[in-house]
């Protein structure tokens, strides 16, 4: 690949400058990943306001999902090609006219045509603004801008709902993108007056038409798979097959085409490091158990013990405490600590939180929900600087974006697989655990006639009794089938720890080019 041989990257900024560099490229990060999940929240009003069912409703979230998948691996060549600064400030711009074209809507379709524009051009924004942050620092102090980087990363998932959810109550739905406009608008003046002058080198490749258009193909029937297969009972329809079948051909000819074209969309070269692949491997898995994980906790809380959404979202809003407060202490010490001990830590750390969820039962009251929430803070502190760290040590400079937008790319995807993973276990094991309790209470035992009178004594119907018994069933065997998979993804977590051992990061300090790449 043609790389500057004369260009010199601009010094680190100084002083106030480096602090508003800093608070602009983080304001940037943090609009994109509140953007993943301020509409959750928001999707009963959404589909509700346009007429359609909360099924369609999903479209809204997954069309950013897939946009945004298809355009993170394209980081490294468009920023090549047009420059580092003018692309985020383009893609900056552009984010805030989908976004105003979003709230402006008029029906489902027309949202998620935008949705998916609003997606696409964010796509560089998040690799773009690590990397820039990296040359605002010096090397020494690297994996402290990585950590306060980092810091808007783990608040702004957890602001997401809560503020959709306010948002959407106290105003209207369309606020959750028009929100977007003036911190879209300042951030653009910001990053233009400070980082314009400080542009990359930028060279004319010739754009890989072929490997972009099977990365479309592949990416967006994966996806359709992904959401659509539960509905349609999976390899049971023709349509989830034929789709399965043109994601895997069409992933067999990209891997072909890329890996033999001279200036490919996507540089899959990255992977013949040994570091790039396990750390974004075991980023990538350990990125869709939590993400699985942090779907599957909401949907039990409000499915099955009563709780609101705002409620749920309270539960799960903790989180970010341990990790805002540690992840400093992770930044500052990356470079003298092996990322790979830090990394270790964080997985078993994610596992015993995972391990104490699985020990769940129907009668668990808030304080008991909210611990292993609490303690999940310090393994977030732990996993994405020092995994960033040993997958981008030792890459030069000008390949960081790409190396950043490939493994941003692989955590994306893998966020999907494992909510739609997870969901359909779920499902599965709750089906499985609901057919063994009903064996155990049939009409003829004890247990369940002595209910059966109880609850007829207390005034029901025999039907409505036989009702309130399976509603009991349907809790007991949801929690049970909810702690399977908690403690799977424990077991899971642990098995990943070996993976982090088989890198050698070439200094825990080499990683400080590192570091794009933590959401």
């Given at each position: 690949?043609?790389?500057?041989?004369?260009?010199?990257?601009p010094?680190?900024?100084?002083?106030?400058a480096?602090?508003?560099?800093?608070?602009?490229?983080?304001?940037?990060?943090?609009?994109?990943?509140?953007?993943?999940?301020?509409?959750?929240?928001?999707?009963?009003?959404?589909?509700?306001?346009?007429?359609?069912?909360?099924?369609?409703g999903?479209?809204?979230i997954?069309?950013?999902?897939?946009?945004?998948?298809?355009?993170?691996?394209?980081?490294?060549?468009l920023?090549q090609?047009?420059?580092?600064?003018?692309?985020?400030?383009?893609s900056?711009?552009?984010?805030?006219?989908?976004?105003?074209?979003?709230?402006?809507?008029?029906n489902?379709?027309?949202?998620?045509?935008?949705?998916?524009?609003?997606?696409?051009?964010?796509?560089?924004?998040?690799?773009?603004?690590?990397?820039?942050?990296?040359?605002?620092?010096?090397?020494?102090?690297?994996?402290?801008?990585m950590?306060?980087?980092?810091m808007?990363t783990?608040?702004?998932?957890?602001?997401?709902?809560l503020?959709?959810?306010?948002?959407?109550?106290n105003i209207?739905?369309?606020?959750?993108?028009?929100?977007?406009i003036?911190v879209?608008?300042?951030?653009?003046?910001?990053?233009?007056?400070?980082?314009?002058?400080?542009?990359?080198?930028?060279?004319?490749?010739?754009?890989?038409?072929?490997?972009?258009?099977?990365?479309?193909?592949?990416i967006?029937?994966?996806?359709i798979?992904?959401?659509?297969?539960?509905?349609?009972?999976?390899?049971?329809s023709?349509?989830?097959?034929?789709?399965?079948?043109?994601?895997?051909?069409?992933?067999?000819?990209?891997?072909?085409?890329?890996?033999?074209?001279?200036?490919?969309?996507?540089?899959?070269?990255?992977?013949?490091?040994?570091?790039?692949?396990?750390g974004?491997?075991?980023?990538?898995?350990?990125y869709?158990?939590?993400?699985?994980?942090?779907?599957?906790?909401?949907l039990?809380?409000?499915?099955?013990?009563?709780?609101?959404?705002?409620?749920?979202g309270?539960?799960?809003?903790?989180?970010?405490?341990?990790?805002?407060?540690?992840?400093?202490?992770?930044g500052?010490?990356?470079?003298?600590?092996?990322?790979?001990?830090?990394?270790?830590?964080?997985?078993?750390v994610?596992?015993?939180?995972?391990?104490?969820?699985?020990?769940?039962n129907?009668?668990?009251?808030?304080?008991?929900i909210?611990?292993?929430?609490?303690?999940q803070?310090?393994?977030?502190?732990?996993f994405?600087?020092?995994?960033?760290?040993i997958?981008?040590?030792?890459?030069?400079?000008?390949?960081?974006?790409?190396?950043?937008?490939?493994?941003?790319?692989m955590r994306?995807?893998?966020?999907?697989?494992?909510?739609?993973?997870?969901?359909?276990?779920?499902?599965?094991?709750?089906?499985?655990?609901?057919s063994?309790?009903?064996?155990?209470?049939?009409?003829?035992?004890?247990?369940?006639?002595?209910?059966?009178?109880?609850?007829?004594?207390a005034?029901?119907?025999?039907?409505?009794?036989?009702?309130?018994?399976?509603?009991?069933?349907?809790?007991?065997?949801?929690?049970?089938?909810?702690?399977?998979?908690?403690?799977?993804?424990?077991?899971?977590?642990?098995?990943?720890?070996?993976l982090v051992?088989?890198?050698?990061?070439?200094?825990?300090?080499?990683?400080?080019?590192?570091?794009?790449?933590a959401?």
């Open positions: 690949m043609a790389n500057a041989d004369h260009y010199m990257p010094a680190p900024l100084q002083g106030a480096r602090g508003w560099g800093t608070l602009g490229l983080s304001a940037a990060t943090f609009m994109i990943v509140l953007d993943t999940s301020i509409a959750n929240v928001s999707l009963p009003a959404i589909a509700g306001d346009l007429s359609v069912s909360p099924n369609q999903t479209w809204v997954t069309s950013f999902a897939v946009a945004n998948a298809i355009a993170v691996p394209l980081t490294g060549w920023s090609r047009f420059g580092q600064v003018r692309l985020f400030l383009a900056l711009m552009m984010f805030v006219l989908a976004s105003f074209a979003c709230g402006i809507a008029p489902m379709a027309t949202l998620i045509v935008f949705r998916a524009i609003q997606g696409f051009v964010a796509g560089p924004i998040i690799p773009l603004s690590q990397t820039l942050l990296l040359s605002s620092y010096p090397k020494a102090l690297a994996g402290t801008a950590a306060m980087w980092a808007t783990l608040v702004a998932p957890v602001m997401g709902p503020l959709g959810g306010w948002l959407t109550d209207s739905w369309p606020w959750i993108f028009f929100i977007n003036p879209g608008i300042a951030t653009v003046m910001l990053v233009a007056r400070l980082y314009l002058a400080r542009e990359s080198r930028r060279l004319k490749l010739p754009i890989d038409s072929v490997g972009l258009a099977l990365l479309v193909l592949w967006a029937a994966m996806q798979v992904l959401d659509i297969g539960k509905e349609y009972d999976w390899f049971h023709p349509l989830v097959v034929a789709l399965s079948v043109v994601a895997a051909v069409g992933f067999s000819f990209f891997l072909i085409w890329e890996l033999t074209d001279r200036h490919p969309v996507v540089d899959l070269s990255l992977f013949k490091r040994r570091n790039f692949w396990a974004a491997l075991a980023t990538a898995i350990g869709g158990l939590f993400f699985g994980n942090v779907v599957l906790l909401p039990w809380l409000q499915q099955f013990m009563g709780y609101t959404a705002t409620q749920a309270l539960v799960m809003a903790p989180v970010g405490l341990l990790a805002i407060v540690l992840s400093p202490v992770v500052k010490n990356i470079g003298r600590v092996d990322p790979r001990r830090f990394a270790t830590f964080s997985f078993a994610f596992a015993l939180v995972l391990w104490l969820r699985s020990r769940f129907t009668q668990a009251d808030l304080f008991t909210m611990v292993p929430t609490i303690v803070g310090i393994a977030m502190a732990f994405f600087i020092p995994l960033v760290t997958t981008l040590s030792g890459i030069p400079p000008e390949r960081i974006p790409a190396a950043s937008g490939l493994s941003n790319f994306i995807t893998a966020g999907a697989f494992g909510t739609s993973i997870v969901t359909t276990l779920w499902e599965n094991r709750a089906a499985l655990h609901h063994q309790l009903s064996e155990a209470i049939n009409p003829g035992s004890q247990a369940a006639v002595a209910t059966l009178r109880g609850l007829e004594a005034g029901l119907s025999h039907q409505q009794a036989l009702a309130q018994i399976n509603r009991l069933i349907d809790q007991q065997a949801f929690m049970l089938a909810a702690n399977d998979i908690f403690y799977i993804s424990a077991l899971l977590f642990l098995a990943l720890i070996p051992w088989l890198s050698h990061p070439q200094s825990a300090a080499g990683g400080s080019d590192a570091a794009a790449g959401h």
